[in-house]
Each structure stands twice: as structure tokens, then as C-alpha cells.
């Protein structure tokens, strides 16, 4: 989230760090890590996006205005997280060695494949980029023609890649609260929208993953002013072109996190299926950039 609603979150900001001393809402079960995670460059911020190895402690994230930084967590012997080691912020370049536009730096979703190739989709100017390292240079994918309509803030927000490896994304809004978000598959050199999620209770997409599950994980916000923001994880089965089921596997009340926008969901041997959010401080001093991490329910 770079700008939209920047002035409603700063109004609201105000009036929450006057609220800091009273009590916080208690976190749903399941609630492993809350750290704050900063580093001394202006660069740093604006995560919307981040991708787990395997091993819970490599990652990935992708900053909203064009850039990424790789970093590794340090846990502590019950696996909360302790620490983060990272950088530097890189920016993500265009298709030679030159960084991306002004106008064209919103950067969204990330997901890596197996191989290592990376994509990220954006809003603003809605497209999707192919990295086969995310230090070189990009590669247009084809676009969808629903693209060029998508509301310019609200476009490509999250991106996933499925077990088959095609890849999904979505954008934050859908045009209207009782209207489900359209969900775009990309495979075999070509887009098609082969479902919808089901909208519901005013929150709005900001991430997606699949799980080693092989389901798909819907992460959204809800932004209620004074009351702060509310996150939500969905999780969807998928047969062919068909949700075969959803299930609410978190929610957590107003005003407990900052302004989650990533999520990775990665298996630990110990701790089993755990989701690891990470939250966007839209470069102001009145958030902060955390990593959360929930155990979910298998």
C-alpha cells in the first residue's frame, strides 16, 4: 500500500499512539512471533509482500516501491523469532539494467518457484514481471485485457504460485463488497480466470500463498479507522477450475496487528503449518514494519 488512504491512516495513527498505554486486544490462539524488525536506510519499509524458504528462516520481501531485500531469521530455541539479519534494499530493475519508471514502481505480490524464478505483479500500471534472478533484468509476461480496467490503487495485490506451478493472482478490490474477487491463472504462455473467491465482511486481499498443502492461502485486511486494521486468513481447496472448500482459519480483532499485507506458509517439523505475515509501515513513523507469525490448523 504506497498512498491510498495515506490520510486516513495518518489520522488514525495519530490517535493511536495517544492510545498506547491502554490495553491490547487479546491475540487468537495460535499466535507464535511479533517482532519488530527495522534497519538503519531510508529504503527500508513499505513490505507488501514476502516468501519463506523452506527452512523458516531464509526470506525474501518485497518492498512497495520497487524493491526487495533478502534476509535470514534467527530463532530462538522454542522457534520464536529472535532477530533478522538482511540486506542491503535492492531495486528491482526493468527490462535492461536500468531500475523501473517513476509511475511504475508499485510493487504488489511476490512469488518464487522452485527453480528460483521469481514474479512479482503490481498495481498502478497492472502487469505482472518474470525475474530468473531477482538481481537481473525483468521479462514482461503477457497481459489479461480484464487488466487494463482493474482501479489503479487496487490492481494485482497478491500473486501465488500453485503446485502445478501456473501461477494466481488477484487484486485487493473487486468493484464492490457483494462481488467475489476474480481470481487470473497464468500457465502454459497464457492467462485465463477460471473461479472467484468469495468477498465477505468488508476486508479486501492483500496476499496469497500456497501452502504445503497444496491449498491456497488468502490473507485480507480490514482498515477501521481509529480501531486500527483487522486481518483475516482464508483457505480454499482447489480441484481443476473449482473451490472445492474455504475455511476461515484466523482472524484476529481490530487493532491487534499493524497493517499486515505479506503472508509465507511453510511447514515446521515441530511447530506444524505456520504462517509467517509480514506488516507494511508505509514509510511513516506512526507504524511499524513487523513479522507475525500464526501456527494454523492442519
Not at 482493474?150 to 497478491?158: H, I, K, P, V
Not at 506451478?165 to 457483494?178: D, M, N, Q, V
Request: glycine letters at 12%; hydrophobic letters at 40%; a neutral charge.
Amino acid at each position: 500500500m504506497q498512498r491510498r488512504a495515506f490520510l486516513a491512516l495518518t489520522a488514525g495513527g495519530l490517535a493511536l499512539a495517544g492510545l498506547q498505554g491502554s490495553a491490547s486486544p487479546a491475540p487468537p490462539a495460535g499466535l507464535l512471533s511479533d517482532f519488530r524488525w527495522s534497519m538503519p536506510d531510508d529504503r527500508f519499509g513499505g513490505f507488501s509482500a514476502i516468501e519463506v524458504m523452506a527452512d523458516g528462516r531464509d526470506f525474501v520481501a518485497l518492498s512497495d516501491k520497487g524493491a526487495f531485500i533478502r534476509g535470514r531469521i534467527r530463532r530462538d530455541a522454542g522457534g520464536a523469532i529472535a532477530g533478522v539479519e538482511a540486506g542491503p534494499v535492492t531495486p528491482l530493475l526493468a527490462q535492461g539494467r536500468e531500475t523501473l519508471r517513476p509511475g511504475r514502481t508499485d510493487s504488489e505480490g511476490l512469488a518464487i518457484a522452485p527453480d528460483g524464478t521469481a514474479y512479482v505483479s503490481f498495481e498502478g500500471a497492472a502487469r505482472v514481471l518474470r525475474y530468473a534472478d531477482l538481481d537481473g533484468p525483468a521479462e514482461n509476461l503477457p497481459s489479461h485485457p480484464d487488466f487494463a480496467g482493474l482501479q489503479r490503487n487496487s490492481a494485482l495485490e497478491a500473486l501465488a504460485i500453485g503446485p502445478d506451478g501456473a501461477l494466481y493472482t488477484l487484486p485487493e478490490r473487486s468493484g464492490g463488497e457483494s462481488r467475489p474477487f476474480p481470481v487470473w491463472r497464468f500457465r502454459n504462455g497464457r492467462w485465463d480466470q477460471p473461479f472467484s473467491l468469495p468477498r465477505s465482511g468488508g476486508f479486501l486481499a492483500v496476499g496469497a500463498d500456497f501452502g504445503p498443502d497444496g491449498r491456497l492461502y488468502l490473507l485480507e485486511r480490514q482498515f477501521a479507522g481509529l480501531a486500527g486494521f483487522a486481518s483475516r486468513i482464508r483457505r480454499f481447496a482447489l480441484r481443476g477450475d473449482r473451490v472445492t472448500a474455504a475455511e476461515t482459519v484466523l482472524q484476529t480483532p481490530l487493532g491487534l496487528h499493524d497493517n499486515l499485507e505479506g503472508i509465507s506458509v511453510w511447514r515446521d517439523g515441530a511447530r506444524g503449518m505456520v504462517a509467517t505475515l509480514i506488516a507494511d509501515d508505509n514509510f511513516s513513523f506512526l507504524f511499524s514494519t513487523r513479522l507475525v507469525e500464526y501456527r494454523l490448523p492442519d
